[in-house]
């Protein structure tokens, strides 16, 4: 079964540092998406992606964080001057495929395992 | 401003059938219902959704009330790996997909 991974699982960076996640989602998929869980606490939606833009963002999605998707396959999430705060697991998504409408975001999202960021 | 009411916690016994409820009184008519789960740390799993009608897949039913202000989602055979957090969404159509803090089941034998 297709699914999206994640990498790196674990990364441990000092406050101040540029942290890279990065996200490979399914394949025919048209939608991407970063949420973030911190410990202890629920999961909160951070930015939607679609046709190379960000369609929807949250307040948590400040200038620090940006995504890109720089090739066919991956999608990425950089923090540029991590904060202890950002410390969490942040989970890419993806959603939408061949047959649907490119305006139907359907909310069958497909998450990955995650990657836990420590600062410290 | 949370659009869905679910219990914190339930419990549920292996092998029966667990019934989580969700109240979405404010519900809008092009508003779908879903439901997801949370294992452990895990990503979130899609679960099942519905706009009016009741919906079922392999992995549970899903019945909403014809009023839709509330709706249950039935897992007819709980096994102790359905132990995790389970959440009520309503959303529409384009817009992002915002968790609660769900309901955490508890599968005991």
């Known amino acids: 079964e297709p699914e999206v991974t994640q990498t790196p699982s674990h990364q441990v960076t000092q406050m101040g540092q540029e942290v890279i996640l990065r996200c490979v989602p399914i394949s025919n998929h048209l939608y991407f998406y970063w949420y973030r869980q911190i410990l202890g606490q629920k999961v909160e939606f951070l930015v939607s992606?679609?046709?190379?833009?960000?369609?929807?963002k949250s307040e948590i999605f400040d200038d620090q964080f940006s995504v890109e998707r720089p090739d066919g396959s991956n999608f990425t999430l950089k923090i540029r001057s991590t904060k202890l705060e950002d410390s969490a697991m942040y989970f890419c998504?993806?959603?939408?495929?061949?047959?649907?409408?490119?305006?139907?975001?359907?909310?069958?999202?497909?998450f990955g395992e995650g990657s836990r960021l420590t600062v410290l | 401003d949370a659009k869905t009411t679910q219990p914190p916690s339930m419990d549920c016994a292996e092998g029966r059938a667990a019934n989580l409820p969700c109240n979405h009184s404010t519900i809008s008519g092009n508003e779908y219902v879903y439901w997801y789960r949370q294992i452990h740390s895990q990503g979130p799993q899609y679960i099942i959704h519905?706009?009016?009608n009741n919906e079922t897949n392999e992995m549970a039913s899903l019945i909403i009330t014809e009023d839709r202000k509330s709706s249950t989602l039935i897992l007819p055979h709980a096994t102790l790996r359905d132990t995790a957090v389970y959440y009520c969404?309503?959303?529409?159509?384009?817009?992002?997909?915002?968790f609660g803090k769900g309901t955490t089941l508890s599968v005991s034998s």
């Open positions: 992606f679609y046709n190379n833009e960000i369609s929807e």
């Open positions: 969404i309503v959303k529409q159509a384009g817009t992002a997909l915002i």
């Open positions: 519905g706009l009016k």
């Open positions: 998504a993806s959603s939408g495929g061949v047959g649907f409408r490119p305006d139907a975001n359907t909310g069958e999202l497909f």
